[in-house]
């Protein structure tokens, strides 16, 4: 029983420890911020540092190219990571970052229903997405069985010889096209339930925001979100999901192309400032979609009016604002690949050789744990892009006087003067730095 378990479930228990180090990550920036943002930091270094002793290790022994290019860039990313923590301990912003972080994990323990629901979207995703997991459930095995059916068709004909065997005439051109729109349908789904976990937690987090009285905040909240999100919005996050897609797959396409062109500088060069304008266009629909989802919650308006709506607003803030949330989801993103490398860290040695093919439970439990590790560490950067859009229209409708206060908290309405203020030395340091030049 012990090998079985070890042998069909292995994955099953880093999966768990990642979902474990998400909890206490929220607890601690919650509780204790200022500890947990730079045990964060400092961790994902260690963690990193780790990793890349390991990696040489093994090319001592091996011997082999490839660990030695993968030691080279796990040595590289150790440095960048420790430029990072060096920058965050010089730079006077990090208290901006904290203050979000605990107001966004303050908000989240107070509908406690939203640390679950990352988990829902997970579980739905990877159901939907043909996983063997929930083969039991008759949608599941009905989609199982087309795809096989389909794949099976792309292939070629079964053939089974006199002997019993069981070959197949395989038609690799048809078999690719398949599997390659396996994949796209795959990161469009993946797109798509990220949106819909956006929209319904920002609908959310903008109801809390918007109470007088933060006591009296109820699951309400959520459900009402996840109610007007179903009733009126899937079609909103459909369109951006798929226009996001679309440049996607233009920028692989383009990317695929410029190989191929070995020998033609011209075209190579064409096809080179194409791919980095559909780059720059992807990540810009990919900024863009989020905030217009946030503001689609907020105002039940289209994906075009709100994504308008939430670049102007973002704009006339930045004008004079320092942007908070941007560094608090890219110190969130550190904390998300520390708990990921920590993981497989541990997962590793459950591997045993009494395993066949050891390797495939710690790749199998590298995908669980990173899709897991993306919708809790999406959940938090959503929770503090809401926060920080919600303060952005509490500032554009209230004065903060006794007749219009604001709905932000004090240590919101701290962190927006204090952003405030880094702006405006900024601005005046820009300004010194160009008269004397």
Not at 17 to 35: D, E, R
Not at 95 to 114: D, G, N, R, Y
Not at 291 to 300: K, L, N, P, Q, S
Not at 396 to 409: E, V
Request: hydrophobic share 55%.
């Amino acid at each position: 029983m012990d090998t079985l378990f070890k042998k069909k479930f292995l994955f099953l228990i880093p999966v768990a420890i990642a979902i474990v180090f998400s909890f206490f990550a929220f607890v601690g920036y919650c509780l204790f911020t200022n500890f947990t943002y730079w045990f964060s930091l400092m961790a994902t270094v260690v963690v990193w540092a780790i990793w890349a002793g390991l990696t040489w290790n093994w090319f001592l022994q091996e011997d082999n190219m490839r660990v030695l290019v993968a030691a080279v860039i796990l040595t590289v990313l150790v440095v960048a990571f420790m430029g990072v923590l060096i920058h965050a301990l010089l730079s006077d912003r990090y208290s901006l970052i904290v203050a979000l972080a605990a107001e966004a994990s303050m908000t989240i323990f107070k509908l406690p229903v939203l640390l679950v629901f990352p988990l829902m979207v997970t579980f739905c995703k990877l159901a939907t997405s043909l996983d063997v997991l929930f083969q039991p459930l008759l949608v599941v095995f009905a989609m199982h069985s087309y795809w096989v059916y389909m794949l099976l068709v792309a292939i070629g004909i079964l053939l089974d010889n006199v002997t019993g065997v069981v070959t197949a005439d395989v038609n690799f051109v048809l078999f690719a096209v398949w599997f390659h729109l396996a994949i796209a349908l795959f990161i469009l789904l993946t797109s798509i339930m990220n949106g819909f976990q956006c929209m319904v937690v920002a609908g959310a987090v903008g109801s809390s925001y918007f109470t007088r009285d933060k006591t009296t905040v109820k699951i309400t909240a959520f459900t009402n979100s996840l109610y007007v999100t179903l009733r009126y919005h899937l079609g909103t996050i459909a369109v951006g999901s798929l226009f996001i897609q679309s440049l996607s797959v233009t920028r692989s396409l383009t990317h695929c192309a410029r190989q191929h062109l070995h020998g033609r500088p011209l075209l190579s060069s064409c096809y080179h400032c194409l791919l980095r304008c559909t780059s720059f266009l992807e990540e810009t629909a990919q900024y863009v979609a989020k905030r217009a989802y946030i503001m689609t919650a907020f105002h039940g308006t289209g994906i075009v009016k709100s994504g308008k709506r939430a670049a102007r607003l973002t704009w006339c803030i930045l004008l004079q604002n320092f942007m908070v949330e941007t560094a608090a989801c890219d110190t969130m993103n550190c904390t998300g690949v520390g708990i990921f490398l920590a993981t497989m860290l541990i997962s590793v040695n459950f591997c045993t050789d009494d395993i066949q093919h050891n390797f495939l439970p710690v790749l199998l439990a590298a995908i669980y744990v990173a899709t897991v590790l993306f919708f809790y560490i999406s959940l938090m950067n959503i929770a503090m892009v809401t926060i920080y859009l919600c303060s952005c229209e509490d500032i554009l409708m209230n004065d903060g006087s006794t007749r219009q206060p604001y709905f932000m908290s004090r240590r919101v309405l701290g962190m927006m003067t204090t952003a405030t203020h880094v702006a405006a030395l900024e601005e005046l340091k820009r300004r010194q730095r160009s008269e004397r030049s």
